[in-house]
């Protein structure tokens, strides 16, 4: 006989995605309380996502909302995209924040908060920010972890500016690079890595800018050598003097600051954007001076995504935001 089959709603975000599925894929499993710890932990690994989060009934009274984390191979207490995904998953449900757009999320870290700093519109996606929970364990790395980290990274000693442990849900060994360039270039060594979680990041300098990291994309016209067609003024119908070719006039660069996220042994060995490692190296570069009180950061261009990240210090703390939307919605079925 066939066993009756259990429905759920559920939701894929996108998250710190400026545009579309450009940021980091979060599944969300509503109402979730009758799944059991291996339904949640198979479904997960089934969907092979770098988190997916399951929506309980919160424990906490000042909890708006409860949610259960995991990786396609464990458990976590806390991680920062499904954090800003299932916010904004609750909200598209039918929650409401309360005042100033404030709302507590209960997790297995406990209790954290989320704002509200912009809402949708046709013209962009809504935008939520975290406060970073604090640390649970820091300072430098061992020299024998630093050492492997070097070695599985394929980097020089010199390339490191600093190094501390991040430990504030996963435990990534974090480290300051020399700049973005030598961030982007890594080839890790996910076998020498094993066991070890490394985020790096680097900053991106006018050196970057010669050395050409980003650029126009393939399509774009170079700029005639030695002429002033660019002070021409534009016909509609003049796509070969487009605004897209004039994107390499004056090259910026995407970000404040370019982060990797290394997780040997996940089914996603390289997070295409990390909520909790930013947040972990926001407070420890604001801290410290090694940034400033507020920048941004791009993460996953060697994934071909171009998620972007918004870290502000401030005094409660330091607040991780980015751009989230739902990219699918429907259910989903469990034995």
Same mark, same amino acid.
């Given at each position: 006989?066939?066993?009756?089959?259990?429905?759920?709603?559920?939701?894929?975000?996108?998250?710190?995605?400026?545009?579309?599925?450009?940021?980091?894929?979060?599944?969300?499993?509503?109402?979730?309380?009758?799944?059991?710890?291996?339904?949640?932990?198979?479904?997960?690994?089934?969907?092979?996502?770098?988190?997916?989060?399951?929506?309980?009934?919160?424990?906490?009274?000042?909890?708006?909302?409860?949610?259960?984390?995991?990786?396609?191979?464990?458990?976590?207490?806390?991680?920062?995209?499904?954090?800003?995904?299932?916010?904004?998953?609750?909200?598209?449900?039918?929650?409401?924040?309360?005042?100033?757009?404030?709302?507590?999320?209960?997790?297995?870290?406990?209790?954290?908060?989320?704002?509200?700093?912009?809402?949708?519109?046709?013209?962009?996606?809504?935008?939520?920010?975290?406060?970073?929970?604090?640390?649970?364990?820091?300072?430098?790395?061992?020299?024998? #972890?630093?050492?492997?980290?070097? +070695? !599985? $990274?394929?980097? =020089?000693?010199? @390339?490191? /500016?600093?190094?501390?442990?991040? #430990?504030?849900?996963?435990?990534? +060994? !974090? $480290?300051?690079? =020399?700049?973005? @360039?030598? /961030?982007?270039?890594?080839?890790?060594?996910?076998?020498?890595?094993?066991?070890?979680?490394?985020?790096?990041?680097?900053?991106?300098?006018?050196?970057?800018?010669?050395?050409?990291?980003?650029?126009?994309?393939?399509?774009?016209?170079?700029?005639?050598?030695?002429?002033?067609?660019?002070?021409?003024?534009?016909?509609?119908?003049?796509?070969?003097?487009?605004?897209?070719?004039?994107?390499?006039?004056?090259?910026?660069?995407?970000?404040?600051?370019?982060?990797?996220?290394?997780?040997?042994?996940?089914?996603?060995?390289?997070?295409?954007?990390?909520?909790?490692?930013?947040?972990?190296?926001?407070?420890?570069?604001?801290?410290?001076?090694?940034?400033?009180?507020?920048?941004?950061?791009?993460?996953?261009?060697?994934?071909?995504?171009?998620?972007?990240?918004?870290?502000?210090?401030?005094?409660?703390?330091?607040?991780?935001?980015?751009?989230?939307?739902?990219?699918?919605?429907?259910?989903?079925?469990?034995?």
């Amino acid at each position: 006989m066939l066993s009756m089959s259990r429905t759920f709603s559920y939701q894929q975000v996108d998250v710190f995605a400026p545009t579309a599925f450009n940021g980091n894929g979060l599944g969300v499993v509503f109402n979730a309380d009758s799944l059991s710890d291996d339904q949640m932990q198979h479904f997960a690994q089934w969907m092979n996502l770098a988190e997916t989060v399951f929506f309980v009934e919160p424990t906490d009274e000042e909890a708006d909302y409860a949610i259960r984390i995991f990786t396609p191979s464990t458990e976590l207490p806390f991680a920062g995209h499904p954090t800003l995904g299932a916010a904004h998953a609750w909200l598209e449900s039918g929650g409401e924040a309360g005042p100033a757009g404030h709302l507590i999320q209960q997790c297995g870290a406990g209790l954290i908060p989320v704002r509200v700093e912009r809402e949708s519109s046709d013209r962009h996606s809504r935008r939520l920010a975290f406060l970073a929970p604090p640390l649970t364990r820091s300072g430098p790395l061992e020299p024998d #972890v630093l050492q492997w980290a070097i +070695a !599985g $990274l394929g980097i =020089r000693e010199e @390339d490191v /500016v600093d190094h501390q442990w991040l #430990v504030n849900g996963p435990h990534p +060994a !974090g $480290l300051v690079l =020399r700049d973005a @360039d030598i /961030v982007l270039g890594i080839e890790p060594d996910y076998e020498a890595l094993q066991g070890l979680e490394v985020g790096v990041i680097g900053p991106y300098t006018a050196a970057s800018v010669s050395q050409s990291v980003w650029q126009p994309r393939g399509s774009v016209m170079p700029r005639v050598s030695g002429t002033r067609e660019e002070l021409r003024p534009l016909d509609f119908s003049d796509f070969e003097r487009s605004e897209e070719r004039f994107r390499n006039v004056v090259l910026q660069p995407p970000a404040d600051y370019e982060v990797r996220a290394f997780i040997p042994g996940e089914a996603v060995p390289e997070d295409p954007a990390t909520g909790s490692l930013n947040a972990a190296f926001g407070i420890w570069l604001t801290q410290t001076g090694y940034a400033p009180q507020r920048y941004t950061v791009r993460q996953g261009t060697r994934l071909g995504r171009e998620a972007i990240l918004h870290i502000e210090a401030t005094e409660k703390g330091v607040w991780v935001s980015g751009d989230v939307a739902t990219r699918i919605s429907g259910d989903v079925s469990f034995d």
